[in-house]
């Protein structure tokens, strides 16, 4: 089958395109407003798109609470979902009025970061402390602003959780990374296997 996206006349019951691009990490997103008040939110076009400097970026669909606090204090915090999180990464997900807290609604725990002024999950294995770098509205083909904003931020400060560190690498069988798949799917990411990149002899 072929269909061109701007007639999305596929002939399924749902879109397939985030099924296509899938597995997607969850940039589950910590945020404080300039009020003082704390948000929480999962994203699933989210990822990490450079080493050296360590670079991350979250895309909301609209002006939404993270992307807001991004925009105001300058800073955000990203922390791992692992799959015994799963349930309460959902919930965090509800549309609450702004300024109530989704680690309230989830019951999580809400931590300070230590080198920026925002939250974090207390119970997440990973987090990442991030300073916004830019923010950017991505345009269409016709030179319109899409929907989307797109929110990067340079990771100044990593925490780990000690308990998932085997042989000096993170263990995925115990951290158990949550995907987003298509849909209302989800998978998570304790099956690994190892590839070697192949030699190649230069000239």
Not at 13 to 37: E, L, N, Y
Not at 38 to 65: C, E, Q, T, W
Not at 143 to 170: H, K, M, Q, T, Y
Request: proline content about 6%; some cysteine; glycine content about 8%.
């Amino acid at each position: 089958m072929f269909y061109t996206t701007d007639s999305n006349r596929h002939g399924l019951a749902h879109d397939p395109f985030k099924a296509i691009v899938s597995p997607r990490p969850i940039g589950w997103i910590g945020s404080k407003g300039r009020d003082g008040s704390i948000n929480l939110a999962p994203y699933s076009f989210f990822n990490a798109v450079a080493d050296r400097p360590k670079l991350v970026m979250f895309s909301s669909a609209g002006r939404k609470h993270s992307q807001r606090n991004a925009a105001e204090t300058g800073v955000f915090t990203c922390n791992f979902v692992s799959r015994d999180l799963a349930e309460k990464m959902n919930l965090s997900s509800a549309a609450l009025p702004y300024g109530d807290s989704e680690f309230d609604f989830a019951g999580l725990t809400a931590k300070p970061a230590q080198l920026i002024d925002a939250p974090y999950v207390g119970e997440a294995f990973a987090v990442l402390e991030c300073r916004v770098t830019e923010i950017i509205e991505p345009k269409t083909l016709s030179g319109e602003p899409s929907e989307n904003i797109l929110v990067f931020g340079e990771v100044v400060g990593i925490r780990i959780d000690e308990a998932i560190v085997r042989d000096g690498r993170l263990d995925m069988s115990i951290a158990r990374p949550l995907a987003r798949m298509g849909y209302m799917d989800y998978s998570e990411g304790s099956d690994v296997f190892e590839m070697i990149r192949p030699k190649t002899q230069q000239g």
